[in-house]
């Protein structure tokens, strides 16, 4: 069996071509799809290292991990029934990605009020639809986007809003606390919701919130269901990636004797600097996580380490 197809996605998420939670798992669930599409023979053996291959490329957004499973949940007494099922199960994944940001932005536009100032991290398009959803109802006058170094996925957040019309200043992430008394709500996505309410999101994110709950600025997360990691519910830590050293500094930096550089991806902010979680299924308090990933995600332990995801799509 060839795994190009398979290889050629890992690389895109690894090297973050494709890159956001959203992202890389509607990618991922895309790339089963067109891979089941092709397997012959062997379908469970061949899917499982599919799976594997997608699994091992970043660590911390369990987006990725969610999407897989739910796809490897197929089910069927051949491999024709099997891979029918893994299709349409893909299929349905891809439809949750879509429905899910639509309903978070209505949700989220609704506890923004009139004539405010956003401020968000990194790019995110589950915060970017409650930013514009916002926007259209007349609700938002400025977006303050950091610049969310090293990769500067700011840079694509202002890009984003500019299109959108939406008026938007960028800062360097370090400006953070300076602009804090002139927003009125910060709004960020999310990489992973903890069983116990905490956000894993963009490294920064948890400086940010510090800032707001110290000026008193409800801080929002928008976070797709299949962003709550099962895994945490068991005990399982979340993995925070460290990327290349190179993405922050140059050689001579790196070279230098007795210097390290360190670049972690992610950052976790505690549930207590946390206002709500706009979900597809609505604003809920951090402290419901494991509600929802009971709820919603739906799980069962098989073997010692892989959890069978029942997850109930959105309608
Ligand atoms: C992206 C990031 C985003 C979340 C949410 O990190 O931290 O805030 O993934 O994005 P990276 P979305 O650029 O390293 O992948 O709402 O689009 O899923």
């Given at each position: 069996m060839n795994f190009q197809i398979v290889e050629e996605a890992a690389l895109k998420i690894k090297t973050m071509e494709v890159r956001g939670a959203a992202r890389i798992a509607r990618f991922a669930a895309e790339t089963l799809k067109k891979f089941a599409e092709m397997v012959e023979s062997n379908f469970?053996?061949?899917?499982?290292?599919?799976?594997?291959?997608?699994?091992?490329?970043?660590?911390?957004a369990v987006s990725?991990?969610?999407?897989?499973?739910?796809?490897?949940?197929?089910?069927?007494?051949?491999?024709?029934?099997?891979?029918?099922?893994?299709?349409?199960?893909?299929e349905e994944f891809i439809k949750w990605v879509e429905t899910a940001h639509e309903k978070i932005g209505e949700i989220g536009a609704r506890r923004i009020k009139d004539g405010s100032v956003v401020m968000t991290h990194c790019n995110s398009s589950a915060a970017l639809s409650v930013i514009k959803t916002a926007y259209k109802m007349g609700k938002v006058v400025e977006v303050f986007a950091t610049e969310s170094r090293p990769r500067m996925q700011g840079h694509?957040?202002?890009?984003?809003?500019s299109e959108a019309?939406?008026?938007?200043?960028?800062?360097?992430?370090?400006?953070?606390?300076?602009?804090?008394?002139d927003v009125d709500y910060v709004v960020?996505?999310?990489?992973?919701?903890?069983?116990n309410g905490a956000l894993i999101n963009k490294i920064g994110t948890s400086q940010i919130a510090l800032a707001a709950k110290e000026a008193r600025?409800?801080?929002m997360v928008a976070a797709e269901t299949y962003k709550f990691s099962p895994k945490t519910v068991f005990g399982e830590l979340v993995v925070i990636?460290?990327?290349?050293?190179?993405?922050?500094a140059p050689p001579e930096i790196l070279n230098l004797n007795g210097v390290k550089v360190r670049n972690p991806a992610f950052d976790a902010t505690p549930r207590d600097y946390i206002d709500v979680i706009i979900t597809e299924i609505g604003a809920i308090p951090p402290e419901m996580a494991y509600l929802v990933i009971k709820e919603r995600l739906g799980y069962a332990v098989f073997g010692t380490e892989e959890l069978k995801i029942s997850a109930r799509h959105f309608d």
């Open positions: 469970d053996e061949n899917m499982k290292k599919a799976a594997e291959i997608l699994l091992n490329t970043r660590p911390t990725l991990y969610n999407a897989i499973n739910y796809v490897m949940n197929y089910e069927g007494d051949n491999d024709r029934e099997k891979k029918e099922s893994a299709i349409a199960r893909a694509l957040t202002v890009k984003e809003l019309g939406i008026p938007a200043t960028l800062i360097v992430d370090s400006a953070v606390r300076y602009f804090i008394e960020v996505g999310a990489d992973t919701i903890t069983a600025v409800p801080f990636e460290e990327r290349d050293a190179s993405e922050v």
